[in-house]
């Protein structure tokens, strides 16, 4: 399986590809997609395209995206939220299914602890994918995030095995 994880920013969009083997994770790439400055829609297209390249360089098999947390600012809130619909339709369109997580779901799950600082998720990702070189706090997220994708399709799939070999 290889999970592409998405951190959506509208500045800056993280993204990490891992390959998932049983219970071996292995980095494969990781990156930022950077909208800059400009109208809206300008911007939330570039994400479109350079997320659209990551997955057609990359071939996921599938996706996973955090989800977003609301804010004192409304409108900061809302332009996220379209940076995030970029996130989960890009993978959509490629036929991906995509897993969505809450940012204290994705830290328990890599570090242990709900409310871990960033650091702690980036020292846990280099922990666990050992030699990867992280270009960036939101890349350091979106790995955690396929990780975090990983570890819950690994379990999915073990209780759909389960649930086969009861019921032959």
Known sequence: MRVLGIDPGLQNMGWGVIDVDGSRLSHVANGICHSGKGELAT???????????????????????????????????????QARAIALLVPAQ???????????????????????????????????????????????????????????ARAGDTYEAAIRKASA
């Open 43 to 81: 911007r939330l297209l570039i994400l479109h395209e350079q997320l659209t390249e990551v997955l057609a360089r990359y071939q996921p098999t599938t996706a996973a995206v955090e989800h977003t947390f609301v804010n004192k600012d409304g409108a900061g809130t809302l332009k996220l939220g």
């Open 94 to 152: 490629a036929g991906l299914d995509v897993g969505e997580y809450a940012p204290n779901k994705v830290k328990k799950c890599v570090v242990g602890v709900g409310h871990a600082a960033k650091q702690q998720v980036d020292h846990m990702v280099k922990m666990q994918l050992p030699g990867v070189v992280i270009n960036g706090p939101d890349a350091a997220d979106a790995l955690a995030i396929a990780m975090c994708h990983a570890h819950y």
